[in-house]
């Protein structure tokens, strides 16, 4: 059994800065790629951030040069440094991992967290 606890979110002005993490818990993981996604009200889920265990990332267009997503693989966990964070980027703050079972891969989802930005 594979769980994921998110922490970090949380009310700012805009042009202020969060730091959101995200922890994996289970026996003898094989994490992958890990990743945050976000989901606005009436929006879509969107992928925000992507790190891969040998430490390559990947950004949203809309996110690059305000967000750093970085993880401890020792801890299985991730991180989303957020920086200049404007309206817009109010959403539900989703963490995913993508796990290794023998042969397998699988998605495992945190319960969200939740960001709000004020102007």
């Known amino acids: 059994q594979v769980r994921l606890v998110e922490s970090g979110g949380g009310l700012v002005q805009a042009g202020g800065s969060l730091r959101l993490s995200c922890a994996a818990s289970?026996?003898?993981?094989?994490?992958?790629?890990m990743n945050w996604y976000r989901q606005a009200p009436g929006k879509q889920r969107e992928l925000v951030a992507t790190i891969t265990h040998g430490g390559s990332t990947n950004y949203a267009y809309s996110v690059k040069g305000r967000f750093t997503i970085s993880r401890d693989n020792a801890k299985n966990t991730v991180f989303l440094q957020m920086n200049s964070l404007k309206p817009e980027d109010t959403a539900v703050y989703y963490c995913?991992?993508?796990?290794?079972?023998?042969?397998?891969?699988?998605?495992?989802w945190g319960q969200g967290t939740q960001v709000t930005v004020s102007s």
């Open positions: 289970g026996s003898s993981l094989t994490i992958n790629a």
């Open positions: 995913n991992a993508e796990v290794r079972i023998t042969t397998r891969e699988y998605a495992y």
